[in-house]
């Protein structure tokens, strides 16, 4: 069984989350600008204070301090499944996007100094980014099958109606 996320008011938190495929999926800008487009809308919709933004390969990490500090767990369920919906119709895809449960602590004395604030207005910029209905990007992720092999599959713009056959 797992623990009990633990929940306080008016603090930091750090969070951190990994995408389920393979390719480093924040390298593409359409990506990119489709999760600045979801922060803005659940900003907008939860209400929160957000510093230190990363994309690094997999791996999306920040701090947050919502404003009411017992919604977190609202929050990340409504921007990864929003990011995950979004994501997989723009490449015509089905499945998982993200991988586990999200992590976070309690960081009581705020986020670490030189955290640096997100630039909403780089951030609003890029989601105005316009996304084409079919990126030219290849992208791959593998779902692991019960006899330890992989199932690998692609997307790009000259399969843009539906996803590539399996292939084992």
């Given at each position: 069984m797992r623990s009990k996320r633990e929940l306080a008011e008016h603090v930091w938190y750090e969070v951190r989350t990994a995408v389920n495929i393979e390719e480093p999926l924040f390298r593409l800008p359409e990506a990119k600008a489709l999760l600045h487009r979801v922060l803005r809308e659940t900003k907008g919709r939860y209400g929160?204070?957000?510093?230190?933004?990363?994309?690094?390969?997999?791996?999306?990490?920040?701090?947050?301090?919502?404003?009411?500090?017992?919604?977190?767990?609202?929050?990340?369920?409504?921007?990864?499944?929003?990011?995950?919906?979004?994501?997989?119709?723009?490449?015509?895809?089905?499945?998982?996007?993200?991988?586990?449960?999200?992590?976070?602590?309690?960081?009581?004395?705020?986020?670490?100094?030189?955290?640096?604030?997100?630039d909403w207005a780089a951030v609003e910029m890029s989601a105005k980014t316009k996304i084409p209905a079919a990126i030219a990007y290849t992208l791959s992720w593998g779902s692991p099958r019960s006899d330890g092999m992989t199932i690998t599959t692609s997307f790009s713009a000259k399969n843009a109606s539906k996803p590539a056959p399996l292939s084992g």
């Amino acid at each position: 069984m797992r623990s009990k996320r633990e929940l306080a008011e008016h603090v930091w938190y750090e969070v951190r989350t990994a995408v389920n495929i393979e390719e480093p999926l924040f390298r593409l800008p359409e990506a990119k600008a489709l999760l600045h487009r979801v922060l803005r809308e659940t900003k907008g919709r939860y209400g929160f204070e957000m510093s230190g933004l990363r994309l690094e390969g997999a791996w999306l990490t920040f701090y947050i301090k919502p404003d009411d500090g017992l919604k977190l767990p609202l929050i990340m369920q409504w921007l990864k499944q929003t990011f995950s919906l979004r994501f997989n119709i723009m490449v015509g895809r089905k499945g998982h996007v993200w991988g586990e449960r999200y992590e976070s602590d309690i960081l009581w004395g705020g986020p670490p100094e030189g955290a640096g604030e997100v630039d909403w207005a780089a951030v609003e910029m890029s989601a105005k980014t316009k996304i084409p209905a079919a990126i030219a990007y290849t992208l791959s992720w593998g779902s692991p099958r019960s006899d330890g092999m992989t199932i690998t599959t692609s997307f790009s713009a000259k399969n843009a109606s539906k996803p590539a056959p399996l292939s084992g």
